[in-house]
C-alpha cells in the first residue's frame, strides 16, 4: 500500500450511471460479501497499479475510490465509487492485470471478494451473476470506446504492422488510445520523445513505461499480460485449440460442466467468424450481430465457467504416442491434457500471383472489420470469393466504398450464399458481380497501387487503379502442425467418426475394440470440430453445436 499524489484531471471520463456502476442492494451485498473480510485505508492510499494483478473486485462499504489512468505525465480520472459499488470488468475474471489505479480519495472500508469467491457467485447465485456480468461487459465496452487503457498505438494506417497490432488489440477487446503519425505535425519531435526511430513504427508504450518496436502479438500479450494468470504446468481434462466458435463453444460447455477447460489461441477469440461485419442467420438475433460482439460475449461466457484461454500462443506438436497428450507450443510451453479437441480452423487462401504476399495488411486483407472499412472509404475495392464471409464483406464495404467489385470464379453465387446476401448483392448500386473472373496481377510500391483481373468468358483483361483487395475465397485448414497423427482427407482436413473407413483405422493402429466416436479423430480422445473438421457446413450455428457434441462425447471418453 502506498500513497500518490499525482495531479488529477477532475472531470470523470466515463459517465457513472447505473449500469456501468451499479449500487448493490443490501441482500445483494450481504450475498457477495458473506465471506469477504473488510479492509480500512487512509486518502490517497493506493489499493491497486497499473499492471497489478487484481486479486479479486473491491465493494466500497464506506468512502470515495477513485480509479485513475495513469499516463506519462498525469493520472485521469475514470470515475470515482460510493458505498455500494464495486470495481472489476472482464479482465478480472480472467486475472488479468489492472489497466488503471485504485485510490482512496477519502477514508475508505472495503470489502474484498477474492477471484475464485467472484467466480463462485457468477457460476451460482443467479442474479449477482446477471449484475456482475452485464456490468462487467458495459464497463470493457465503455473503456474500449474511449481508448482508456494501459497501452499506446504509434503508427500509420499506411503501415502494415499497424494495421495488425491494431487489429489485434481490438479483437481482444483490450483498450487502448492511438497517436496516428500521419496526423502528427511533428513526427521527429515524438519520435525523439520516445527514444524510437522512423524505422521503428510501429510501436506500443506499455503501461507508459516499456516501448515495444513493431511486437510481435506475443510480445503484445506478454507485456499485457494476457496469460499471467494461466498455470501451464497444471494437467488439463481438456485441452482445446482454437477460440473459434466450435472452441469457445466447447470450453462453455466443458467448463460449465465441471471440466478444466483450457483454450489456446493464435490471435484472438472468434475464429474466422470473429471479423464477419454482421451475422443475421445466427439463431437468436433477428437483426444480426457482429462477428466480434459475438466473440466477445462467448468469451467472457467461457471465462464466468471458469475455462482460461491463452492467447497469441500456437500449438507447434501434438506428442501423440503417449497419455496423457502433450501439446508443444511455439512459446517453449507444453501442455498436458486427458483429451484434446481439434478447433484450428482453417486459413482463406492466398492470392495465387507472384508478389501478393508483400501487399499483405498493405493493400490485401482477408477480414472486412470497421478498421478495413475506414481505409477504403470513397475508395473502389475488390472482394474475391462467392461465399457467406465474401457476401457479408461486400455489402459491409459497399456502404463507405465508391465502388465494389465482386470477383468469383464460378458462373454465380447460389451454390456457394445465402439467398438473402444474394439480393442484397443484387439490388446495391454500388457493387458490381463479376462472374468467371480472377485476379491475375497486382503491382504497387509499399502499398498496393494497381489490379489486373481477367474475365474468362470474355478473355478481356483489365487494370484499373485499385488499392484494396478483400480475398474470402477458399480454405486452408491449420492442421500442419499435427504431423501424421490424424487421418486426414484429400484437402488436408480432419476425418472423423464415420467418415474413418477401415484403412485409417488400420493406418493409425486404432487400439480400442470400439469404433471412434462421432466427430473422434482417428487418435482416441481426440476430437476434431468446424472449419477443420472434414465435412464442416461451415456454419457458426454448426460450429457452436458440434463445440457441445464433442463435449458430451469427453466424458465418455474420460470415464473409458
Known sequence: MTSVNAPVVPTAAVEANSDTFPVLTEGQLERATAKSAS???????????PGQTPPGIFVVLDGRLDLLRISEHDATLITTLEAGQFTGEVGTLAGRPALGRFVAQTPLRVALIERERLLSLVQNDPELSDLFMRTFLLRRVELVRQGLGDVVLVGSDH??????????????????????????????????????????????????????????????????????????AKPRDVIIVGAGPSGLGAAVYAASEGLDALILETTAPGGQAGSSSKIENYLGFPTGISGLNLATRAYAQAQKFGAQVMIARSATRLDCGRRPYVLDVDHGEKLEGRVIIIASGAEYRKLAIAGAERFDSAGIYYSATPMEQKLCAGEEVIVVGGGNSAGQAAVFLADKARHVHMLVRSAGL?????????????DHPRITLRTRTQVTAVEGG??????????????????????????????????????????????????TGGDLNAEDLIAARWPLTRRPHLLETSLPGVFAVGDVRSGNLKRVASAVGEGSIAVALVHRVLHE
Not at 480500512?40 to 493506493?46: C, E, F, I, T
Not at 496516428?180 to 507508459?208: A, Q, T, Y
Not at 447460389?414 to 443484387?426: D, F, K, N, T, V
Open 414 to 426: 447460389a451454390e456457394s450464399m445465402s439467398r438473402y446476401l444474394i439480393r442484397r448483392i443484387e
Open 39 to 49: 479492509r480500512s485505508y487512509a486518502p490517497g492510499d493506493v489499493l491497486l497499479e
Open 159 to 232: 503501415c502494415a504492422g499497424t494495421l495488425r497490432i491494431r487489429e489485434f488489440l481490438t479483437r481482444n477487446r483490450h483498450p487502448f488510445s492511438e497517436i496516428d503519425l500521419d496526423r502528427e505535425r511533428d513526427v521527429e519531435k515524438l519520435l525523439d520523445h520516445f527514444h524510437v526511430k522512423l524505422e521503428d513504427v510501429p510501436f506500443l508504450i506499455c503501461r507508459g513505461v516499456t516501448t515495444l518496436r513493431n511486437p510481435t502479438n506475443q510480445e503484445i500479450a506478454d507485456c499485457l499480460g494476457f496469460n499471467a494468470s494461466i498455470e501451464v
Open 446 to 495: 509499399p502499398h498496393l497501387e494497381t489490379v489486373t483481373w481477367s474475365e474468362a468468358s470474355s478473355g478481356e483483361t483489365k487494370t484499373l487503379p485499385i488499392r484494396h483487395i478483400f480475398v474470402m475465397a477458399g480454405a486452408v485448414p491449420n492442421t500442419k502442425w499435427l504431423e501424421g497423427c490424424v487421418a486426414l482427407d484429400d484437402k488436408g482436413f480432419i476425418k
